[in-house]
């Protein structure tokens, strides 16, 4: 296969999960830097896709699962949000969850766009750069890779 093709199904892969992309792209033997730039660029696109059409979806969802009346206020999630905050949710959710549904959870929780989409870039940036490395290394480690 290809730089380019590859590097294109490490980036929807990214888009899709990005515990999917990494591995894949090592399979497939490309770069690492290729691979955790593509990944991660995939699963930013994923994290702006899911904020972006956030706001409406939250709204449908609140008045499904809890009624006209209710918030999420006393949920389990908002006692969590008010620990951690967008900073923890940016920084463990790529790894946990994946960043569409980190996004998403942080996009329910009433987070602004902005904060959440920068906190969530920083820690997909970190995971695809740490995840990349360690599963490059731990290859060469073993002797597929030289």
Same mark, same amino acid.
């Given at each position: 296969?290809?730089?380019?093709?590859?590097?294109?199904?490490?980036?929807?892969?990214?888009?899709?999960?990005?515990?999917?992309?990494?591995?894949?792209?090592?399979?497939?033997?490309?770069?690492?830097?290729?691979?955790?730039?593509?990944?991660?660029? $995939? %699963?930013? +696109?994923?994290?702006? /896709?899911?904020? &972006?059409? *956030?706001?409406?979806?939250?709204?449908?969802? @609140?008045?499904?699962?809890?009624?006209?009346?209710?918030?999420?206020?006393?949920?389990?999630?908002?006692?969590?949000?008010?620990?951690?905050?967008?900073?923890?949710?940016?920084?463990?959710?790529?790894?946990?969850? $994946? %960043?569409? +549904?980190?996004?998403? /959870?942080?996009? &329910?929780? *009433?987070?602004?766009?902005?904060?959440?989409? @920068?906190?969530?870039?920083?820690?997909?940036?970190?995971?695809?750069?740490?995840?990349?490395?360690?599963?490059?290394?731990?290859?060469?480690?073993?002797?597929?890779?030289?």
């Amino acid at each position: 296969m290809d730089v380019v093709a590859g590097t294109l199904l490490v980036f929807g892969a990214g888009i899709l999960e990005l515990w999917a992309a990494i591995p894949l792209g090592l399979a497939i033997n490309l770069n690492p830097v290729i691979i955790g730039v593509a990944s991660a660029l $995939g %699963a930013i +696109v994923a994290a702006f /896709l899911v904020t &972006a059409v *956030g706001d409406n979806i939250r709204e449908k969802v @609140i008045k499904w699962r809890y009624g006209e009346n209710k918030d999420l206020k006393g949920s389990r999630y908002y006692k969590i949000w008010n620990k951690y905050g967008v900073v923890g949710l940016g920084l463990i959710s790529p790894l946990l969850f $994946g %960043a569409p +549904v980190g996004s998403a /959870l942080g996009v &329910a929780l *009433g987070s602004r766009k902005k904060p959440l989409l @920068i906190w969530m870039s920083i820690g997909i940036v970190i995971w695809s750069t740490g995840l990349t490395s360690a599963g490059y290394l731990g290859l060469m480690s073993f002797g597929v890779i030289k």
